[in-house]
């Protein structure tokens, strides 16, 4: 602080500098604008001193150069730029300096009509916010105990700016972070503490179609479908415990809409200022409604591509119990006109195997061939991979391969089970070509079996030519294939793996040319 002049009026009717404090502490709040506060505070100068001239010239945050100017009075051409302070130490002529204020030696006036002044710069020991000048029009030396004043004063509004300056910018960043999430290209949600919606953004409103106005405040577990609450609960919680949990995939019922919207969900608690997890949780989602519609679509053309390359299976496993019918009902007729009782009902039974055999056959048929249903339930693996090996029997017998069957006990996995046929129904499909031709005992291997780990293993393996390594990376992808043209679409591994790994189960194999492939599967059991 710097001043001018040697003379000094008098300030007779001075209000109490601690009423003026007083009144001041009372008015200022957190929330005012920085305009607000200068009038504030220039006012309680000019009511301690009412001769003065007061001016703030505050600093961009973090930029050279002025943001605000307040004057109670004209100011000199050009001194409104120049920032100059007479420093009261080398340590605050460093800090000026940071702050592009310069450092000089004597009090520069900034008003037209002053004689003399002082200047304080405004500062909270680490930040400069700009500088107080307060200048008089007649001679004065301000007493020390004016000087108090003024650095009180100053420390005061430092202060005050300081604050203001951190609420707006907290209420800046807050309401910014709300329009990102509020407008983001993604289905966003807030869980609370309690489960309950505090965030419902835009996207996530057109993709259900429930207002955000319906869904603030509920229970996040009424928005997802009822067969993947337990999932998505068990997400939740550990995120709420501070793991960061990725790839969970709900479905949401639409309002006014028989159908659902699919979601793959990414869930991360906040962490608070100090580094300690917070029970909120934000999950941001991926849409995958039209991907996965598109992807059942794929399925079921391949699943109708499979059955095309198993026509003559389906033919051979018709005709046979046809035939059988048809020879017997004509053995029947004669013996029914010779009236042999007993030959007629051994005739009859050989009659229903035959037909039951045709609707096994068709049943299991129509129910591979139709599309998919995505709703998942317990699934014994065994059993599936059993009726696989029935429907691929024409193949197997083509292929003159033997199957070697290994199912130990394992626990039921969760998932959508035409799907789950349909992936063995491609591997063993693959093993029996993969064979067709070899000179050596052709075997296919089937084995299921507790992994011990929480899963369950499923190997399909075979005795056939293997898989080169030059093209062991390109397997899964799709349309890539190594059957020549009309045996094969090149999507069949390539829809395996995306079926396992909806499934969030995994796919491995090993092979080794000339002698075989095995393929493996670990199912999450329930």
């Known amino acids: ?19 003026v404090y007083d009144r001041l502490a009372s008015r200022i709040r957190v929330s005012m604008r920085e305009d607000e506060l200068l009038h504030l505070f220039a006012g309680a100068i000019r009511e301690i001193y009412p001769d003065l001239m007061v001016c703030f010239r505050l600093l961009q945050p973090g930029r050279a150069g002025l943001a605000l100017v307040y004057a109670t009075g004209r100011l000199r051409p050009g001194a ?15 800090m000026l300096e940071r702050s592009g204020i310069e450092a ?54 430092a202060t005050a700016l300081r604050d203001a300056r951190l609420v707006a910018e907290s209420i800046h960043l807050r309401d910014y972070l709300a329009k990102l999430i509020d407008h983001a290209n993604a ?22 179609g429930h207002p955000r106005e319906t869904v603030g405040g509920l229970d996040a577990a009424t928005l997802i479908h009822e067969g993947d609450r337990a999932r998505f609960l068990a997400a939740l919680a550990a995120a709420q415990g501070g793991k960061a949990v990725s790839g969970v995939e709900v479905r949401i019922p639409r309002r006014d809409r028989a159908d659902a919207a699919r979601i793959s969900f990414n869930l991360a608690s906040f962490v608070g200022p100090d580094g300690e997890t917070m029970d909120a949780v934000m999950a941001v989602g991926q849409d995958l409604t ?19 390359q ?47 055999r045709i609707l096994r056959f068709t049943r299991d048929l129509m129910a591979f061939a139709r599309p998919a249903g995505d709703e998942p ?26 199957v070697e069957r290994s199912f130990d006990p394992a626990p039921r996995v969760y998932g959508v089970h035409g799907q789950i046929q349909q992936v063995f129904i491609n591997l063993i499909t693959n093993a029996c070509h993969a064979m067709s031709g070899v000179d050596r005992e052709r075997v296919l291997t089937l084995a299921v079996a507790d992994n011990g780990d929480g899963r369950v293993r499923v190997e399909i393996g075979d005795t056939g030519i293997g898989i080169p390594p030059e093209i062991r990376d390109c397997v899964f ?13 090149g999507l069949g591994l390539s829809i395996v793996r995306n079926i396992v790994e909806n499934h969030h189960a995994e796919i491995a194999f090993t092979s080794e040319p000339g002698r075989g492939s095995v393929f493996t599967i670990l199912f999450w059991a329930t």
Not at 187 to 208: H, K, Q, W, Y
Not at 477 to 489: M, R
Request: with cysteine; glycine share 8%; aromatic share 6%.
């Open 477 to 489: 992808e799709p349309f890539f294939t190594t059957k020549t043209q009309g045996k094969g679409t």
């Open 80 to 94: 409104r730029d120049r920032l100059r302070v007479v420093p009261d130490g080398p340590d605050a002529a460093a």
């Open 187 to 208: 289905p966003i949600l807030v869980i609370d503490s309690g489960r309950r919606i505090a965030v419902f953004n835009r996207f996530m409103e057109g993709l259900t």
């Open 377 to 402: 339930d317990l699934v014994d693996v065994r059993e599936v991979v059993e009726r696989a090996a029935a429907f691929c029997e024409h193949v197997i017998g083509a292929a003159g391969a033997r």
């Open 290 to 308: 039209e991907i996965r519609r598109l992807q059942e679509q794929v399925i079921h053309a391949e699943k109708l591509a499979t059955i095309g």
């Open 104 to 157: 000089c030696d004597r009090y520069e006036p900034v008003f037209q009509d002053a004689c003399g002044g002082v200047d304080v710069p405004l500062h909270d020991g680490n930040e400069v916010f700009g500088i107080l000048n307060v200048e008089w029009a007649r001679p004065w030396v301000p007493d020390t105990a004016a000087r108090t004043v003024l650095r009180t004063l100053a420390a005061q509004i």
């Open 1 to 19: 602080m710097q001043h001018s002049s040697n003379e000094q009026p008098t300030a007779a009717g001075t209000p109490s500098i601690l009423a």
């Open 310 to 356: 198993l026509a003559a299976g389906v033919v051979h496993e018709i005709n046979n119990p046809l035939t059988s019918i048809s020879v017997h009902a004509d053995y029947l007729h004669k013996l029914v006109d010779r009236g042999d009782r007993q030959q007629e009902l051994t005739y009859v039974g050989r009659i229903r195997e035959a037909a039951d």
